[in-house]
């Protein structure tokens, strides 16, 4: 009887450390699990503080003249990663050196112009959050078709939330937005180019900042022909 008392004795202590730790691991949890989406200072000094990921970035928004406005307009920016601009100079320099015409060795032998019309594709006038944008689901596009939305140089994106499934739920689990340029206007459904978000509402003092995963590809299209026309 005494062993018997004492196993159940070593049990019940066995149930509340396990208690104690497993409160103490879910209090860590939900208190460092919630990240502070603010900034305090411009989207353009959000950009700056992140160079692993926006130093290419930062570059070409200056070299476009359009620093003003990431420090002043108050916007939604969809921000290309550096790895997806230096994608978008590669495809650029294999087709200069198979025309036989000298590479890009600097961002700042692009035109201007020509970044700044690309820049301005992933700037959007307001500040929206994810839950701003509509639904969309490229099955049920008819019930849930997200929402078309004209950037700075009015170029057309399709911009819509996508309600994963979960445990066999629909609609039940992770929500990430979509963002989609629209090549055919006249076939506005057709030949979407899109990339995901690999963050979202990161919220400095002029608007809202998200992130494109580094699939995407700078320009989406004709940048490299831009480029190519320039030299």
């Keep these: 009887m005494k062993y018997i008392r004492i196993r159940l004795i070593y049990l ?19 208190d460092g699990g919630i990240v502070d989406p603010r900034f305090n200072g411009t989207m353009l000094e959000y950009l700056e503080s992140k160079p692993i990921e926006f130093d290419s970035l930062v570059t070409i928004i200056r070299l476009s003249g359009l620093e003003e406005n990431f420090n002043k307009d108050t916007m939604t920016f969809f921000a290309p990663p550096d790895y997806s601009i230096g994608r978008a100079i590669e495809r650029a320099n294999d087709l200069l050196y198979s025309a036989g015409m000298d590479t890009l060795v600097s961002l700042d032998q692009v035109p201007p112009e020509i970044w700044k019309k690309y820049l301005e594709k992933y700037m959007f006038h307001g500040a929206n959050k994810l839950n701003d944008y509509y639904q969309l689901d490229l099955s049920l596009e008819n019930a849930f078709p997200g929402q078309d939305y004209f950037s700075y140089n009015n170029t057309v994106f399709n911009i819509g939330v996508i309600y994963d499934d979960a445990n066999g739920v629909k609609y039940g689990g992770y929500r990430h937005i979509l963002f989609s340029y629209i090549p055919d206007l006249k076939h506005p459904q057709d030949g979407w180019v899109s990339s995901n978000i690999s963050s979202c509402n990161i919220q400095p003092e002029n608007g809202i900042v998200h992130t494109l995963t580094n699939t995407s590809i700078f320009g989406f299209t004709g940048f490299t022909d831009d480029v190519m026309a320039s030299f």
């Design 12 to 30: 019940a202590l066995l149930v509340v450390c396990c208690f104690v730790i497993r409160c103490s691991k879910d209090k860590y949890y939900f």
